[in-house]
């Protein structure tokens, strides 16, 4: 994981506990495990004072939504993070949205790889800079990479509407999330 700053941590309590009346639980770093598994195993050696503690979740920090919630913690957790490491943090950032946002995983029944890989296709990049409206920032990129205009005299050249060609572009093909643009496929 790249910093303890920004670190994935869970408060594991008990549902024992809390009905009782009391959030007697821990924070749980996930970078000291190498696996669900290892981590399941701590946390239940930490409520060991119970008969069969049924473990929750009361808070987490750095963990998207869709990976956990008050009772579960998905599998898939530390592979996800695993994946996250090998990008920017930009690019991690994409991820993210694209996995909660774009394609629903692990929801989709993806492996992570396949996840990464339809990720990498689909990414277009982060469009919140000069502009104000990201679509039409990607329109202006979209339309300089294709060459689309590169044979048309300038002075034609500026009565193209970026504005209305931006807005097709994401009527079909193209979706934009906070600035992140990824392709539709």
């Not at 929750?56 to 869709?66: A, K, S, T, V």
């Not at 943090?89 to 909660?100: L, M, S």
Request: proline fraction near 3%.
């Amino acid at each position: 994981m790249k910093s303890s700053e920004n670190a994935p941590k869970i408060y594991v309590g008990t549902y024992g506990m809390y009905n009782s009346g009391s959030l007697f639980g821990k924070w749980f770093d996930l970078t000291d495990y190498a696996d669900a598994k290892e981590f399941y195993q701590d946390c239940y050696e930490y409520h060991r004072n119970e008969f069969d503690p049924e473990l929750m979740f009361q808070e987490w920090e750095n963990i998207p939504d869709f990976l956990i919630s008050e009772c579960s913690l998905d599998d898939k957790v530390f592979e996800y993070f695993q994946a996250l490491d090998e990008m920017d943090d930009d690019t991690a950032e994409a991820f993210k949205v694209y996995c909660e946002q774009i394609s629903s995983w692990p929801a989709n029944g993806k492996a992570l790889s396949e996840q990464v890989d339809s990720f990498q296709e689909s990414y277009r990049g982060y469009f919140g800079g000069s502009m104000k409206d990201a679509k039409i920032e990607y329109a202006y990129q979209y339309v300089e990479d294709t060459g689309m205009l590169a044979n048309t005299p300038s002075v034609l050249e500026r009565y193209f509407d970026y504005d209305a060609f931006a807005r097709d572009l994401f009527l079909e093909g193209y979706t934009e999330v906070d600035g992140y643009v990824f392709a539709d496929y």
